[in-house]
């Protein structure tokens, strides 16, 4: 990780950008590194490059405990850090006070997706996304109803909530304002 970064927001923090799977964290993270200059990094590829594995294959070797806290070990890297943005697991927020952690280390920023979003986004990629990976795609949109119910309370806690299908590229220059 590159920690040698000089950019013009002197001070500013990180960006978190949490919300469930397919809510496109990964996706904007992209576009909004590159529309503000500030380096973007997805927790999933920080702690994928840690282990030598996928996220699927941490799951299915180690199980969800041990993937929960190497997610808390990776996002804790970036305590001394500022100016960037990063793209959380859908996860990340619920386990581990990481939510807390995350709002006392920079600003978090909730992408808020419906049900039927994230199902549009997400049922073709199944395989890849251990949580879902053995739900039929029948039972799929309730699963999802379900977790994203669960989840609320953590999700909400976000510094920013920006419901997914309002976002441009101009949000990132919004939220550096702030």
């Known amino acids: 990780m590159n920690t040698s970064h000089n950019f013009p927001f002197r001070g500013l923090r990180g960006f978190f950008l949490i919300g469930f799977m397919g ?26 490059a840690a282990a030598q594995k996928n996220i699927a294959q941490i799951f299915e070797d180690s199980g969800e405990v041990f993937f929960r806290n190497e997610e808390t070990a990776a996002i804790q890297q970036f305590a001394n850090l500022q ?7 859908g996860g ?3 386990f581990n006070n990481n939510m807390e952690w995350m ?4 600003t978090t920023v909730y992408l ?3 049900p039927e979003e994230i199902l549009k986004r997400v049922i073709n990629e199944q395989d890849k996304r251990p949580v879902i990976k053995n739900i ?8 999802i109803e379900k977790k994203l119910k669960e989840r609320a309370s953590f999700y909400e806690q976000a510094t920013h909530i920006f419901p997914v ?5 101009q949000t990132i220059n919004q939220l550096l304002k702030l």
Not at 83 to 89: E, H, L, P, S, V
Not at 165 to 169: G, Q
């Open 165 to 169: 299908a309002t976002l441009t590229i």
């Open 103 to 106: 709002n006392n280390h920079g």
């Open 23 to 48: 809510s496109g964290k990964s996706y904007w993270g992209n576009i909004w590194s590159k529309q503000s200059g500030l380096p973007f990094y997805d927790l999933d590829a920080v702690i994928e």
């Open 92 to 94: 990340t927020p619920c």
């Open 83 to 89: 100016n960037y943005i990063i793209a959380c697991g």
């Open 112 to 114: 808020k997706a419906t």
């Open 136 to 143: 039929p795609q029948p039972e799929l949109l309730a699963f």
